[in-house]
């Protein structure tokens, strides 16, 4: 059974740099683009960023480009969002999502971290 | 890159068809067939329903089904059922820098 299990949410001041985990399980993680998508707190859901199964491609939303870096363990079969100079905006749950094959569909999706930016 | 637009609800009885529309331009919607469609229940993880605009994976009933036409994606829920009362929210792919965008999300509220 896939398992996408996200952690290090909760509440940051202003400026911090948390670093959100993604635990996967129940399949070749290595084999998979992998992406974090949040959604604001009674917003829509909004693309956040992507990385190939290598590592070796990432892309970002504009939104967050500079300030964010998504990476990935595939020995301990873990995907990472570094985020950096948060700002209240960035508030909301950070889910982290499988794609599947190269088709832009996200078709498994973790239970999501929240991550609330305030003084 | 603006979000994709969805009416912000629609409604039903049980058993009637509803058509959720997703408007985009021909930079996402209109120009690829990366279109794909999410359910959400509260406190739960989103789900997928359609993807490349009118395939649904494995498990997701034939109730749902999706099309396009020119800059605009629909899904429709045919046989509405108590349990489809959610948030919807379309997906393409876009050239813009962005790479992604979501629609704005459609509440259904079965009457």
């Known amino acids: 059974e896939v398992q996408l299990v996200e952690s290090g949410g909760g509440l940051v001041q202003p400026g911090g740099s948390p670093r959100l985990s993604c635990a996967a399980s129940g399949f070749t993680f290595s084999s998979y683009w992998m992406h974090w998508v949040r959604q604001a707190p009674g917003k829509g859901l909004v693309w956040v960023s992507r990385?190939?199964?290598?590592?070796?491609?990432?892309s970002y939303a504009d939104s967050v480009k500079g300030r964010f870096t998504i990476s990935r363990d595939n020995a301990k079969n873990t995907l990472y969002l570094q985020m950096n100079s948060l700002r209240a905006e960035d508030t909301g749950v950070y889910y982290c999502?499988?794609?599947?094959?190269?088709?832009?569909?996200?078709?498994?999706w973790g239970q999501g971290t929240l991550v609330t930016v305030s003084s | 890159q603006s979000a994709l637009t969805q009416p912000a609800s629609v409604s039903g009885s049980p058993g009637q068809s509803i058509t959720i529309s997703c408007t985009g331009t021909s930079s996402d919607v209109g120009g690829y067939n990366f279109v794909s469609w999410y359910q959400l229940h509260p406190g739960k993880a989103p789900k997928l329903i359609i993807y490349e605009v009118s395939n649904r994976p494995s498990g997701v009933s034939n109730r749902f089904s999706g099309s396009k036409s020119g800059n605009t994606a629909s899904l429709t829920i045919s046989g509405l059922q108590a349990e489809d009362e959610a948030d919807y929210y379309c997906n393409s792919y876009t050239s813009s820098n962005t790479l992604n965008v979501f629609g704005t999300g459609t509440k259904v509220t079965v009457l």
């Open positions: 999502a499988r794609e599947e094959g190269s088709t832009w569909a996200f078709d498994y």
């Open positions: 990385i190939n199964g290598d590592g070796s491609s990432t």
